[in-house]
């Protein structure tokens, strides 16, 4: 898949919770990765641990602490962001998950946030550590149908988006 200009790849993105069976290159998984690793943070704390779950046994244990379990079985590469400390740490855990979901698009990989279902399982499960908090779980995976960013304007994604519009979001003071 080409490169696609950053604006292309907010309005064609689309949250996807179905992936081929197929691995992700490891470079690939480090360009995710690092992406989200990049993403500013208040006063430049960084305070997230990104948790990739690799084993099988991890994966489907922790499947079962989010709304859409499938999502995570069946997903290539499964990162949990904890975060700890004071200050917008959601906020900032956000900003990280979004650089990972949008590298991963503009490398043909689709993806989607999971809900937690029993945050405190999860939490568990992943041995998190005094303060921290598990903000979210993403999973990734190439689509199990073609995806084609390109194939619309930014314009015509951003009317195809089922999204209130930008009037009823925005008012000027």
């Given at each position: 898949?080409?490169?696609?200009?950053?604006?292309?790849?907010?309005?064609?993105?689309?949250?996807?919770?179905?992936?081929?069976?197929?691995?992700?290159?490891?470079?690939?998984?480090?360009?995710?990765?690092?992406?989200?690793?990049?993403?500013?943070?208040?006063?430049?704390?960084?305070?997230?641990?990104?948790?990739?779950?690799?084993?099988?046994?991890?994966?489907?244990?922790?499947?079962?602490?989010?709304?859409?379990?499938?999502?995570?079985?069946?997903?290539?590469?499964?990162?949990?962001?904890?975060?700890?400390?004071?200050?917008?740490?959601?906020?900032?855990?956000?900003?990280?998950?979004?650089?990972?979901?949008?590298?991963?698009?503009?490398?043909?990989?689709?993806?989607?946030?999971?809900?937690?279902?029993?945050?405190?399982?999860?939490?568990?499960?992943?041995?998190?550590?005094?303060?921290?908090?598990?903000?979210?779980?993403?999973?990734?995976?190439?689509?199990?149908?073609?995806?084609?960013?390109?194939?619309?304007?930014?314009?015509?994604?951003?009317?195809?988006?089922?999204?209130?519009?930008?009037?009823?979001?925005?008012e000027r003071l």
């Amino acid at each position: 898949m080409a490169t696609v200009d950053t604006h292309l790849a907010v309005t064609s993105r689309r949250d996807e919770r179905h992936y081929a069976h197929r691995p992700l290159p490891a470079g690939l998984v480090e360009r995710i990765l690092d992406a989200g690793r990049l993403a500013g943070s208040a006063r430049n704390r960084q305070p997230w641990r990104f948790l990739v779950a690799d084993t099988p046994a991890l994966r489907d244990a922790l499947a079962e602490t989010v709304y859409a379990p499938e999502n995570v079985r069946t997903a290539a590469l499964v990162v949990s962001i904890a975060v700890a400390g004071k200050g917008p740490t959601a906020f900032d855990a956000g900003r990280a998950a979004q650089n990972m979901l949008l590298v991963a698009w503009n490398e043909g990989v689709v993806s989607t946030p999971n809900g937690l279902a029993d945050p405190e399982r999860a939490a568990r499960l992943l041995r998190l550590a005094g303060e921290e908090k598990l903000a979210i779980v993403l999973s990734f995976g190439f689509p199990a149908r073609a995806r084609d960013p390109q194939s619309r304007s930014p314009e015509e994604w951003s009317a195809r988006a089922g999204r209130r519009p930008l009037a009823e979001v925005v008012e000027r003071l």
